[in-house]
C-alpha cells in the first residue's frame, strides 16, 4: 500500500532558537511510573528553545474528554498534561500525533500551550530544512495497519469513536493494548520505513534530514545523495539498561552550523 505524496508544511524557527529537542514513542501509561517520571524530570530539566514531540507520547489516548473523569486515567493524563503545561510557558512545544495518541485533540493543545503538527512538516532551522514525521505512514511493509491507520484517520471514524461513552473507549483501547503486547511477545517483527519512498518525501520537501520515531529502532542512516534519517529512541526507563534519549540540534555560535546530537534524558539539565 503505497500512501499519496502528503502537503508538506513547513515551520519556520525563530532567530533566537539555538538548541531543538526531539523526543518520541514513550508510550506514558500510569503502570509505568519510572517512564513517566524519566520523561517528566527531563521535561523540567531541559533548557531547548523548543521540544518536539512526535508521536506516541501516551500509550493510548481516547479523546480530551477523558481528562474530565474521576479515575486513575484521568488523573495520571492530567497530570501529564500540567507538565506539557509548564514546559510550555517556558519553551515552544510542539506535538505530533502518533499512532497511539492520534486523538488527542484541540482542547488538549489549547489546556496544554502546545502547537499540534501536521504529519510530515517541515523544519526550517539553522539554514536547513529537517523533514519530522512520526514515521508510521512510512511502513510501506505493514499494510494491515496501512489500512487501519487510513480508517481511523477520517473524520467519520473518529466522530463515531468520540461518541462511544468513555468507558467503552477505554475497553477498546485496553483491547488494542493487549493485542499489541501479544505482538512483541510473540517476537514479530515490526515493518521498518520504506527507504524509496523515504528519499522521495525528502526530495519533494527540498529537505537533506528527516527524523521520526515509531520504529523503535534509534539509529543514524545515510540514504546517500547527501540525505538522512535519524530515528528516534523509544523511552523505557525500566528495561535493563534503560532507554529515554533525547536527539538534539545545537546551533553553535558565531557559525550557525547544526550538530545533531543523541543524549540521554538523565543527563539534560
Avoid at 492520534?102 to 501536521?118: E, H, M, V
Avoid at 491507520?149 to 477520517?154: G, H
Avoid at 499489541?180 to 527507504?195: F, P
Wanted: proline share 4%; with cysteine.
Amino acid at each position: 500500500m503505497t500512501p499519496t505524496t502528503p502537503r508538506f508544511a513547513e515551520l519556520h524557527a525563530p532567530a533566537h532558537w539555538r538548541v531543538v529537542d526531539f523526543i518520541s514513542d514513550l508510550h506514558l501509561q500510569a503502570t509505568e511510573p519510572r517512564t513517566a517520571q524519566a520523561w517528566e524530570h527531563y521535561m523540567a530539566g531541559t533548557r531547548a528553545d523548543a521540544v518536539f514531540i512526535l508521536g506516541d507520547l501516551f500509550e493510548v489516548w481516547v479523546g480530551d474528554d477523558g481528562l474530565q473523569a474521576e479515575d486513575e486515567e484521568a488523573r495520571f493524563e492530567q497530570h501529564c498534561v500540567d507538565v506539557m503545561k509548564a514546559t510550555a510557558s517556558r519553551c515552544a512545544l510542539h506535538f505530533m500525533h502518533g499512532n497511539r495518541d492520534f486523538l488527542l485533540g484541540t482542547a488538549c493543545a489549547r489546556a496544554t500551550g502546545f502547537t499540534l503538527l501536521d504529519d510530515p512538516c517541515v523544519l526550517v532551522f539553522g539554514g536547513q530544512r529537517w523533514l519530522l514525521t512520526h514515521g508510521d505512514a512510512l511502513c510501506l511493509d505493514d499494510a494491515d495497519y496501512l489500512q487501519f491507520r487510513a480508517q481511523v484517520r477520517t473524520a467519520n471514524w473518529q466522530q463515531a469513536f468520540l461518541a462511544k461513552p468513555l468507558a467503552e473507549r477505554r475497553a477498546l483501547a485496553r483491547g488494542l493494548r493487549q493485542q499489541s503486547e501479544d505482538r512483541k511477545q510473540s517476537g514479530m517483527t515490526y515493518a521498518d520505513v520504506d527507504t524509496p519512498i523515504t528519499r522521495d518525501w525528502l526530495r519533494i520537501a527540498n529537505a537533506g534530514t528527516m527524523i521520526h520515531g515509531h520504529t523503535h529502532r534509534p539509529a543514524d542512516h545515510d540514504l546517500g545523495r547527501g540525505q538522512l534519517r535519524h530515528v528516534l529512541s523509544d523511552w523505557d526507563a525500566a528495561a535493563q539498561p534503560p532507554r529515554a534519549e533525547v536527539l538534539r540540534l545545537q546551533r553553535s555560535d558565531p557559525t550557525g552550523a547544526v550538530r545533531v546530537l543523541r543524549l540521554p534524558a538523565s543527563d539534560i539539565a
